[in-house]
């Protein structure tokens, strides 16, 4: 009765969000066929609005034709050029400047405009409908940005988060102590949904299993974002919280762009993106709904590549396999080796003592490991690491290993566990 009651609040309140999930729900209804087609004409309805109404746009398309041979549009780009790649067309005083959290070590800019975070928001909705999740019911966030949890965010506290069943706990930083507190506020709020950073929820599912802390039953499902999901991580989740992990992809200048579906597929949005992968994985992403700033062949620095498999939970949008890593997480080595970053993260599995790390290359020929480890590393085993650095990665590689009591998360709020140089 509760969750209807705030269902019909919330659709009052919020009627542009909830007419964009009606049409986002209605696109699943569609064949392979269908959606394909229609996004199609998306992406030449998105080009043909970039070259009339964006002067960035209206120059650099001047003399192309076809698609594949638009120039792509790089992050130092959107920093050069952001008030060129906002449309002429729009309402400057609606137009409002967002950031990425600079994980990368830049935060980006961008334009954004209230229909464009009432579509995210859409997007998000449909996503944890595939869980079975139904809007209403409740759902607890734990963020590590704090700008979106600070009132007038994304996630900000008050009325408004009531009455969409959502609370969210800032969770940029924390103590052994704040983990057994947010445990006990699971136990206490019961959500069906747990949303938040990988790394964040990753470490509160160590903690219930280290205390033997029950969760609710009510939880269906978690929904883990803002960075790449390591296999040990989900297996934590899954074991903790009793219920099956999602994995989201998209970004705060291009949300949206994919997520899992039950069967654990992770599907490509084709009504919300373009997606397209290069010889070497890197992704490329076209925002077919944004015509405040039209986002075309824009490479974010993630990796994955496209499937061509089918699958058989109903969603008709196909499939794609996410990379590692970002490209600024890759290692290069002196002697021309690039390794990706889940080499230095599987040297770590099975140890349990471990609560964070982060593998950083400081040199070109000199790794740093980070850790908060209770007890510390035996000698043994730090020597250990080393050789097999030197063996399997570069003789001239030395490893340094300092023990420290926590690691300072990104601007963002991200814990990033490889950074290359």
Known sequence: MLDSLRRTLH???????????????????????????????????????????VPYYRTRYAN??????????????????????????????????????GSTGTPLAFWYDEAKHELMRAGMMRSYMGSGWQPGQRILNFWGARQDTAAGGVFGAGWSDYIAAERTIAAFEY?????????????????????????????????????????????????????????????????????KVFNQYGSREVPNIACECRRGKMHVFTDMVYLESTADERLLVTSLTNRLMPMIRYENGDSGRLLDRGCDCGWPFPLMAMGVCRQNDLIRTPVGKTLHPAYFNRLLYGMTQIRQYQWQQVAPDRMLLSVVASPALADEFVAGLGASIRNEVDAAMKLEVRHVDAIARSASGKHRFVIGL
Request: proline share 4%.
């Open 11 to 53: 659709r009052r309140q919020r009627p542009a969000r909830y007419a964009q999930l009606a049409e986002l729900l209605a696109n699943q209804r569609l064949s392979r066929a269908q959606v394909l087609a229609r996004q199609r004409a998306d992406l030449a309805a998105i080009v043909d609005f970039a070259r009339k109404h």
């Open 64 to 101: 192309v034709a076809e698609f594949g041979d638009l120039p792509i549009l790089t992050k130092p780009e959107v920093v050069e050029h952001l008030d060129e790649l906002l449309a002429d067309n729009a309402d400057r005083q609606e137009a409002r400047i967002g950031y990425t959290g």
């Open 175 to 243: 103590t052994g102590q704040q983990l057994r507190e947010w445990a006990n506020v699971i136990r206490a709020y019961r959500p069906v949904l747990l949303q938040g950073y990988a790394s964040i929820l990753a470490e509160l599912a160590r903690h219930v299993l280290d205390e033997r802390m029950p969760m609710p039953t009510s939880l269906i499902g978690v929904y883990s974002t803002a960075e790449t999901l390591e296999h040990w991580q989900r297996e934590l989740m899954e074991r903790a919280f009793a219920c």
